[in-house]
């Protein structure tokens, strides 16, 4: 089955500058690679998501990025605030099957 | 409704006991999925059911968890004889159906195991 790995664990940025999370999967049948972000006490959230047919989206601060050939997706989020500070989710998934999560990344951006 | 909706939010049960946990999906969605978050961890997969298709029970960890979907719609979380362990918050999620959609979870219901 499906393994997902993720790093760091923590992160630790000033404010205005740049945080990357860096995934890795394992199985070549899966397509659709979302990105959750929690808020401590709070439910996941899903903040962006990208198709394997594709190799990079943005919305706003936030991009992903994919490579398939080296089975791995990353997180960039630009000019960070402190309300980026929460635990971020990578999971990588195929059509019909359930999400398999990382084991999540820490931020704390740090005003 | 406009969410999921899982109950009861908070339970503290003791050792042995059964407990039940609720999940209410979005309207409409034919996917819905359980998975259990142990304090500081990731997010680990239970179950998952698709309509009216058999449920996907590979992440269940012991026996004594089951889960049922009613009607498509509303499902419950059972876990058997609670163990310490069994400690976590258990969320639920939904979606439109298979494919490449992203879920939307339910605000998780914290089990307590004393």
């Known amino acids: 089955g499906e393994n997902v790995e993720q790093h760091p664990s923590t992160l630790s940025v000033q404010e205005g500058d740049s945080a990357v999370i860096k995934c890795t999967y394992s199985?070549?049948?899966?397509?659709?690679f979302p990105w959750y972000k929690q808020e401590l006490g709070k439910r996941p959230q899903l903040i962006i998501d990208?198709?394997?047919?594709?190799g990079e989206k943005k919305d706003q601060r936030i991009a992903v990025t994919l490579n398939k050939t080296a089975k791995h997706f990353s997180l960039h989020i630009t000019e960070t605030q402190p309300e980026d500070s929460a635990v971020y989710f990578c999971?990588?998934?195929?059509?019909?099957?359930?999400?398999?999560f990382g084991k999540g990344t820490r931020l704390s951006v740090i005003a | 409704g406009a969410g999921v909706s899982q109950s009861p939010s908070n339970k503290v049960t003791e050792k042995g006991k059964d407990v039940e946990l609720r999940c209410d999906p979005i309207?409409?969605?034919?996917?819905l999925y359980w998975y259990r978050q142990s304090l500081g961890q990731g997010l680990e997969f239970l179950i998952y059911?698709?309509?009216?298709?058999?449920?996907?029970k590979s992440g269940l960890p012991s026996d004594r968890f089951s889960a049922e979907r009613t009607g498509g719609s509303v499902s419950t979380l059972t876990i058997q004889r609670t163990q310490q362990e069994d400690s976590a918050v258990y969320l639920c999620?939904?979606?439109?159906?298979?494919?490449?959609?992203?879920?939307?979870f339910g605000s998780g219901t914290r089990l307590t195991v004393v």
């Open positions: 199985d070549s049948a899966s397509n659709y």
């Open positions: 990208i198709r394997s047919n594709v």
């Open positions: 999620a939904s979606r439109p159906g298979t494919g490449t959609v992203g879920y939307t």
């Open positions: 059911f698709q309509g009216n298709s058999a449920p996907d």
């Open positions: 309207s409409g969605h034919t996917a």
């Open positions: 999971a990588a998934s195929s059509q019909d099957t359930p999400l398999v």
